[in-house]
C-alpha cells in the first residue's frame, strides 16, 4: 500500500466552480501534512500547510482528519490559474533512513476552464 | 537570495552509462534531499544530505549515490542507466535537516535514457 493516495483526477471545471481534493495517508504516525502545487514540467512548489484545526489560507481551505488518516483541499472559486497538479504529502515520524522525508501522493490534476 | 538551482536541465542517455546531477541549495540552507518524479507520479524521495553525509535513503539501489560539499552544494550520481531510470530529478535544500518542514526544490534536471 502506498503512504499516500490521491485521486489523480483530471478534474475539469469552470472559472468560479468550488472543487475538493481528497487524500489518505497510510502511517498513523505521520507528523506533518501539506500541500504543494505544481505546474506542468515545473517543481512542485508549496501551496499550504494543514493543521489539525483546519486552516484557510484566501479561497483555499485544508482540512486534516486524524483519525480517518485523511486529508483534503478545497479550491472555491476557482481561477483559470488553478490549472495544476496537487500534492499531497506527509512527513512522517520516522527513525533512520525515513527520519524527515517527505512522502509525495501522485497528484490530483486539475484544469479550470473560462 | 539565490534560490535551488540544478544542472542540467535536460539530457539524453543510454542504457547502461552513468551521469552526475548537480544542485546548488538556497543561500542559508544546509540540507539538500533528491527526489526521483516519474512521468505522472509524485515525487519519490531518493536520499537526503546534511552536513556532508548521507542523512537518510529511499527504496533505491545502491547505484544511485551521492555527494555533498563543504558549500552545501550537491551531485547525485547514477550508474549503470536504465530505462525506467527517465524521470524527473529534482533537488531540494532546507535550512533544519530531518526537523526542515519545507523544501524548495530546484526546477529539475530531465533525464531521459534510450
Known amino acids: 500500500r502506498k503512504e499516500v493516495e490521491q485521486d489523480p483526477g483530471p478534474f475539469n471545471v469552470p472559472e468560479g466552480a468550488t472543487v475538493a481534493f481528497n487524500c489518505t495517508y497510510s502511517?498513523?504516525?505521520?507528523?506533518?501534512f501539506f500541500w504543494y502545487r505544481q505546474d506542468c514540467r515545473k517543481e512542485p512548489k508549496l501551496l499550504m500547510s494543514?493543521?489539525?484545526s483546519g486552516n484557510e489560507d484566501g479561497r483555499f481551505t485544508a482540512q486534516l482528519n486524524r483519525a480517518s488518516q485523511y486529508i483534503s483541499l478545497l479550491i472555491r472559486d476557482s481561477k483559470l490559474s488553478d490549472s495544476a497538479t496537487y500534492l499531497c504529502v506527509v512527513k512522517a515520524l520516522g527513525r533512520g533512513s525515513t527520519l524527515g522525508r517527505l512522502y509525495f501522493g501522485r497528484g490530483t490534476q486539475l484544469t479550470v476552464w473560462p | 537570495e539565490t534560490g535551488v538551482t540544478q544542472s542540467p536541465t535536460h539530457l539524453i542517455k543510454t542504457r547502461g552509462q552513468q551521469v552526475t546531477l548537480r544542485c546548488s541549495s538556497q543561500?542559508?540552507?544546509?540540507?539538500v534531499s533528491w527526489y526521483q518524479q516519474a512521468l505522472g507520479q509524485g515525487p519519490q524521495f531518493i536520499f537526503q544530505y546534511y552536513r556532508e553525509e548521507e542523512n537518510g535513503r529511499g527504496n533505491f539501489p545502491p547505484r544511485f549515490s551521492g555527494l555533498q560539499f563543504p558549500n552545501y552544494s550537491s551531485e547525485l550520481n547514477v550508474n549503470a542507466l536504465e530505462l525506467d531510470d527517465s524521470a524527473l530529478y529534482l533537488c531540494?535544500?532546507?535550512?533544519?535537516?530531518?526537523?526542515?518542514?519545507?523544501?524548495?526544490f530546484g526546477a529539475g534536471s530531465r533525464l531521459t535514457v534510450l
Open positions: 494543514v493543521y489539525s
Open positions: 531540494a535544500s532546507s535550512s533544519r535537516g530531518y526537523g526542515a518542514n519545507v523544501l524548495t
Open positions: 502511517n498513523s504516525a505521520s507528523q506533518s
Open positions: 543561500s542559508g540552507h544546509n540540507t
